[in-house]
């Protein structure tokens, strides 16, 4: 059944919930919207997978990067910082050989080198650092469309600043704003889906 669309950027599916419009109908995307983006993330590891997982989605689709995740966990030790610290020029050629990821030279060393930094950080840091950019519940009225929803905002502005002056790569504003989105240190949900709150 085709989603029925319910007002501009908001479709509700079979299941009878109104979504963000860029879900669309596609059974990963309505997952993925439903349980993870958006809601608050904690934890060293998982948010230095979720900068990873974005750094390689710029310039592609996030349904491209989402698809191959579970390689992408796989092939980077679970994104563990201490472990992925410890690659060298050998599981660089390992990665840039496997279909299953993608294969871009620069972006993989980026989450290598991001991983050495994260692992030099004492333990909540990353976590810490990442979520004093958080835009509070409130602080700005939620979207009703989507041509609403910035690609950048001086949060992500300032916080990709602050990491690049700490040598990370891969985190320019626009990156750090969907990962601040996909998240929970942004409620970007549109006015009327289900998952505003």
């Known amino acids: 059944m085709s989603p029925e669309v319910v007002r ?3 479709v509700v599916e079979a299941d009878g919930l ?8 596609d059974p990963e995307y309505i997952r993925y919207h439903d349980e993870e983006w958006g809601q608050p993330l904690h934890g060293d590891r998982a948010l230095f ?6 750094g390689f989605q710029a310039g592609l689709s ?10 992408f966990r796989e092939v980077f030790e679970g994104f563990e910082p201490e472990v992925v610290a410890t690659f060298g020029g ?4 390992r990665l840039m050989a496997d279909a299953g990821i993608v294969r871009n030279r620069a972006k993989i060393e980026a989450t290598i ?4 930094l994260v692992a030099d950080m004492a333990a909540g840091d990353l976590d810490a650092l990442l979520w004093s950019f958080a ?11 989507l041509s609403e ?11 990709s600043r602050d990491l690049r002056r700490r040598g990370f790569r891969f985190v320019g504003p626009t990156t750090m704003y969907a990962l601040m989105q996909s998240a929970g240190m942004v409620d970007d949900h549109l006015d009327g889906c289900w998952r505003a709150v």
Do not use: Q, Y
Not at 62 to 71: A, D, F, Q, S, V
Not at 90 to 93: K, L, N, R, V
Not at 135 to 145: A, E, H, K, L, Y
């Open 90 to 93: 050998d599981d660089i050629e």
């Open 49 to 54: 997978e979720k900068m990873s997982l974005e």
């Open 8 to 10: 501009s950027d908001l």
């Open 135 to 145: 835009v509070p519940p409130g602080d700005r009225p939620r979207p009703t469309v």
């Open 18 to 25: 109104a979504r963000c419009g860029w879900v669309g109908a």
């Open 113 to 116: 080198s991001n991983a050495r």
């Open 62 to 71: 996030w349904i491209t990067i989402l698809r191959k995740r579970p390689r």
């Open 149 to 159: 929803v910035p690609a950048t905002t001086a949060a992500s502005d300032a916080l």
